[in-house]
């Protein structure tokens, strides 16, 4: 495994593998790894030659300082999760190597509608950090594939947006969310919630499953009426909402009935630790 740091020797490094013709593919992530990450490593080994994996911890899409501060880092961990795996290269540049001038003075790419909404109108610019970094590794890296879990899924479509709408020749698969035995979605930002957080998590996997469960027996009628009670009970359990809501799956429009593919997106907060989650269903024809 290549630790590379230097955006020149990777240039270089990539180089060499595409006058090779080998098919390369990219794991973008912001370490602290988990079984999710792994997962993505694992598929990714299926589809391409050479596997590379980012480790970033990308301040354009924090929109909070103290959230940036206390994400936690644990690189010589995930060096050794990385190179237990096998992975080709990992690519671990500083916050100057991707920011020369600063973050304020770069350029940014932005996908103007679905950046804006649900979870972009809680976080402003959040996606903007996102889409410009990961079509930053995209130009320096050059993947045929690029691998994205489900678990953020607002994250996905504004990443396979602007892949198609910016003409990036690129393969972008996603893997469905990695979860404990209890339901809780593996995240990086488990590691905030103390014992007692823990155990409550898992709840709101469980909500949003018997959300869908009701919105399916009544055909999606009184969404309204349903969606309130599924906020009201992870009140009553220590959650504080932020979202929680159906949209249409492909164009996170807002529900209708005439739309059969949709998803619950959930953000909430649990003590100091936001966590999010989802689940696609289907309405019945």
């Known amino acids: 495994m290549y630790i590379i740091k230097k955006i020149d020797t990777l240039y270089k490094k990539i180089q060499f593998f595409k006058k090779q013709q080998k098919t390369l593919a990219l794991v973008p992530t912001m370490g602290n790894l988990h079984e999710g990450h792994i997962k993505l490593i694992l598929l990714a080994k299926k589809y391409a030659d050479i596997v590379i994996v980012s480790i970033f911890i990308n301040p354009m899409q924090f929109d909070n300082t103290l959230d940036l501060k206390k994400y936690p880092q644990t690189f010589l961990e995930d060096c050794l999760i990385l190179k237990n795996e096998k992975i080709d290269i990992l690519f671990a540049p500083k916050i100057s190597e991707i920011y020369p001038n600063g973050i304020k003075m770069h350029t940014y790419i932005q996908v103007p509608k679905l950046s804006k909404i649900i979870e972009g109108k809680s976080r402003p610019g959040h996606f903007i950090g996102v889409t410009t970094i990961i079509g930053k590794l995209f130009n320096l890296i050059q993947p045929n594939f690029s691998f994205f879990g489900e678990k953020d899924y607002q994250q996905l479509l504004v990443v396979k947006t602007f892949v ?62 349903t969606i309130n009670l599924a906020k009201i009970s992870l009140i009553k359990k220590g959650f504080l909402v932020d979202i929680f809501n159906v949209y249409n799956s492909k164009t996170l429009d807002v529900f209708s009935k005439t739309n059969k593919q949709n998803i619950i997106l959930a953000s909430v907060w649990l003590g100091t630790t936001r966590l999010i989650d989802n689940k696609k269903f289907k309405l019945p024809n």
């Open 164 to 225: 198609k709408e910016l003409n990036y020749p690129i393969k972008i698969i996603s893997l469905p969310i990695i979860r404990l035995k209890n339901g809780l979605a593996f995240s990086s930002r488990n590691r905030y919630l103390n014992a007692l957080e823990l155990k409550k998590a898992p709840f709101l996997y469980k909500i949003i499953r018997s959300t869908i469960n009701i919105i399916l027996k009544n055909n999606g009628r009184k969404l309204y009426e």
